[in-house]
């Protein structure tokens, strides 16, 4: 029904950048959200930053200043630029869509399959 691809993971020392992309398909009717979060082994999920489909941003703290979400309306992509990586940056980044598909009276919330980055010292 609705897919979320992630792409742009990999291997990176500290204090070098990777570019994340997520794009969506499938009957969607309208986005209100997207946004990234990342899973450490043994930790909860967190939030890392999320943008609406009219451009307002939030980040968690601790990356703030050094990634920036943004989005392609038009392709339905969200992107996750990381810049300054550090080791505790490390997680399997997933991409979240809050959306109307095309029969839903309400938005729900969507899942990609996960990308691995890892930063080593």
């Known amino acids: 029904q609705v897919q979320l691809v992630e792409s742009g993971g990999g291997l990176v020392q500290a204090g070098g950048s990777l570019r994340l992309s997520c794009a969506a398909s499938?009957?969607?009717?309208?986005?209100?959200?997207m946004g990234w979060y990342r899973q450490a082994p043994g930790k909860q999920r967190e939030m890392v930053g999320s943008?609406?489909?009219?451009?307002?941003?939030n980040y968690i703290e601790s990356v703030k200043g050094r990634f920036t979400i943004s989005a392609d309306n038009a392709k339905n992509t969200v992107y996750l630029q990381m810049n300054s990586l550090k080791p505790e940056d490390t997680a399997v980044y997933y991409c979240?869509?809050?959306?109307?598909?095309?029969?839903?009276?309400?938005?729900?919330?969507?899942w990609g399959q996960g990308t691995q980055v890892t930063v080593s010292s």
């Open positions: 979240n869509g809050n959306l109307y598909v095309v029969s839903d009276y309400s938005p729900r919330n969507y």
């Open positions: 499938g009957s969607i009717r309208r986005i209100n959200a």
């Open positions: 943008i609406t489909s009219g451009g307002r941003t």
